[in-house]
């Protein structure tokens, strides 16, 4: 039994130590941009400036298939900083990230095109996402279904640059959620649509769950962090905080942010 229970905790990714360290070139200060501008084009024999952003420090975790983790923290905690090293799209400064199957990130993985419609980028997202034609076209109408995107008009068959930033948003996450993932980072994707919309969103990620892949939630919505995430990591100024059952945290995190 003890085997049993081992073999089901697979790990899906692992964060050993992890360092994220951004470098911002040009960035001595001055008294306005102007000045700062200036004193670079007099001083073009020296070194420019560099300025470090310490985003994400010293985290560690391991995170399990099966499991729905939210990420909750402040603005600037380093919350989408840290998806986007798991994506491998950002490198580590010191530590490791191991990931065990594709992590997919929620508006990347799905890069759609403003000047073509709705319908081709559906097409393009799925194959970005690695879907074969086949299965986008046995899916295509369930993602199309699934944005709701429809249900004004034919907004299907525009260009995406007619769409809102809400329409936009709710395509890219039906065209990410139709294919089964083994890592799924979703960014704000519940925050975006209405109740409706944020249902289906919740449901279809329980559904991911119980198809073995692990789900990564950013959201500061904690009622979608509590009707979905089993698990939170809290991170603030790039640490994390706190590691544990999603009620046990989100309690916590909310008596942080009443003072």
Not at 117 to 145: C, F, H, P, W
Not at 164 to 193: N, P, W, Y
Request: hydrophobic share 40%; net charge positive.
């Amino acid at each position: 039994m003890a085997e049993q229970r081992e073999d089901a905790r697979v790990p899906t990714v692992i964060a050993d130590g992890l360092h994220i360290v951004y470098r911002v070139n040009g960035a001595r200060k001055g008294k306005g941009s102007a000045t700062a501008a200036l004193s670079r084009i007099v001083r073009r024999g020296e070194e420019r400036g560099v300025r470090e952003v310490h985003a994400v420090r010293g985290v560690s975790f391991t995170a399990y298939k099966g499991e729905a983790i939210g990420l909750i923290g402040s603005n600037g905690s380093g919350k989408s900083t840290l998806l986007r090293a798991i994506a491998g799209l950002l490198p580590a400064e010191r530590g490791r990230v191991y990931t065990n199957g594709q992590p997919s990130l929620l508006g990347v993985n799905a890069a759609l095109m403003n000047d073509l419609t709705g319908e081709r980028n559906v097409i393009l997202g799925g194959l970005a996402m690695g879907m074969s034609r086949e299965q986008i076209r046995e899916r295509y109408q369930e993602i199309v279904d699934f944005s709701g995107i429809n249900e004004k008009g034919d907004f299907i068959s525009l260009p995406m640059r007619t769409y809102s930033s809400g329409m936009a948003a709710r395509l890219r996450f039906s065209i990410a959620a139709a294919k089964d993932h083994d890592v799924l980072m979703i960014d704000e994707a519940l925050a975006t649509g209405d109740k409706k919309f944020q249902r289906r969103s919740e449901a279809r990620i329980r559904e991911l769950r119980q198809q073995a892949g692990t789900v990564f939630l950013v959201s500061h919505n904690n009622k979608s962090i509590r009707d979905t995430c089993d698990r939170v990591l809290w991170l603030e100024h790039g640490e994390l905080r706190m590691d544990g059952p999603t009620e046990e945290v989100l309690k916590e995190y909310e008596k942080f942010t009443a003072k």
